[in-house]
């Protein structure tokens, strides 16, 4: 049975539509972006894509290519000569090449062997479906967010289960809590990841990764928190584009300018004071401690003053009440909530505490 013109017509004008919208995103990922992930996903889509249209008689579909005869080329509507932003940008073109696929999909079911075609069609749109998601998340407007309190939870360190731990951290006010295991392998980092996202999620809190960028990205994670011997975050950013919030541990005001300048979000600033956790308490190469002068530092530069900060180390209640007096806008905690007989309350007087000069965003 000889495939119908007009559907030839349509299947020949989508496969167009969806190559242009692809080609369009991907040039949002490599050159808006600066997405690696992205751009190789959506490349291995167009790859599909070429190979579903080379499948379907291309020389048929170019006999019964009709453009001056489309009527559709002379309709347009005035919104389709503007776009606001990327992200509008970037939304068009998901909707297009989605829709565009849903149209191969049906009207190659009239093909010969059109069930075949139908399904790589699908496949294509089903993986779609998930690069708009990404896309429109990367391409949205990028606010960096000021927690007050976040946690850092370690097994190692919890008295109790750890995934009990971060429920009562959330419960207490935690608007944050971060993965720091150094040990584990990416597969359990990425599950560990993924429980604290359903955690965290009924609380509208954040979830940060410590480390590592690759499974912040594949857990889908809100950020990434980097050290000074860590990726440095102008590559982080050349690999996550805007799908990561992205923060940078610092102990001078000259780390910190460096942090923001390579595309940093915020920056974890410390130790205030000694703390068990890190094998150098006091945090800098030569061995003395960053303290509460760095925040007042940072506080003082006009060009820091601002940004999204969590200072950290060694940090309970008293000392929380102390930074906050100093302009302290959020603190990062570890051992004194996951050691703690009662992670719950501890986490509730450390968001007490921090709270007089802390607005929630």
């Known amino acids: 049975m000889a495939a119908p013109s007009s559907a030839l017509r349509a299947i020949d004008a989508n496969l167009n539509r ?77 909707r297009r090449l989605t829709e565009a696929l849903r149209s191969i999909e049906e009207h190659a079911k009239l093909l010969p062997d059109g069930a075949s075609h139908a399904r790589r069609a699908e496949a294509i749109r089903y993986a779609a479906y998930d690069i708009e998601k990404l896309t429109l998340l990367a391409t949205r407007p990028h606010v960096a967010r000021q927690w007050r309190l976040c946690v850092l939870i370690t097994e190692s360190l919890c008295t109790r289960p750890w995934p009990e731990v971060a429920a009562a951290a959330l419960r207490g006010g935690a608007d944050c809590v971060q993965l720091r295991e150094k040990s584990l392998d990416g597969a359990d980092l990425i599950d560990r990841t993924q429980v604290l996202l359903s955690l965290a999620a009924p609380h509208g809190a954040s979830v940060v990764v410590n480390d590592r960028l690759d499974v912040a990205l594949a857990a889908g994670a809100h950020g990434v928190h980097l050290g000074q011997a860590d990726l440095p975050p102008h590559r982080a ?35 205030m004071f000694a703390t068990a956790t890190k094998p150098n308490p006091g945090g800098r190469t030569d061995g003395s401690l960053a303290g509460p002068p760095l925040l007042e530092a940072i506080l003082a530069d006009p060009a820091l003053a601002d940004v999204p900060h969590l200072a950290i180390g060694g940090i309970d209640t008293a000392r929380a009440h102390d930074l906050a007096m100093l302009g302290c806008r959020g603190i990062a905690v570890s051992s004194v909530v996951c050691g703690s007989d009662d992670p719950e309350a501890v986490t509730r007087s450390l968001a007490e505490a921090i709270a007089p000069t802390t607005l929630a965003p």
């Open 237 to 271: 950013r050349a690999i996550a584009g805007g799908q990561l919030l992205i923060g940078v541990s610092c102990t001078t005001t000259a780390q910190a300018h460096a942090a923001f300048a390579g595309g940093a979000d915020g920056i974890g600033i410390g130790p």
């Open 18 to 94: 969806a190559s242009e919208a692809l080609r369009t995103l991907e040039d949002i990922a490599r050159f808006t972006l600066n997405s690696v992930s992205l751009s190789s996903k959506l490349k291995a889509i167009r790859h599909d894509l070429g190979s579903l249209a080379e499948s379907i008689d291309p020389v048929a579909r170019a006999s019964a290519r009709d453009t001056p005869g489309d009527v559709g080329t002379s309709i347009s509507t005035e919104r389709e000569d503007e776009r606001a932003s990327i992200a509008a940008v970037a939304t068009a073109a998901a």
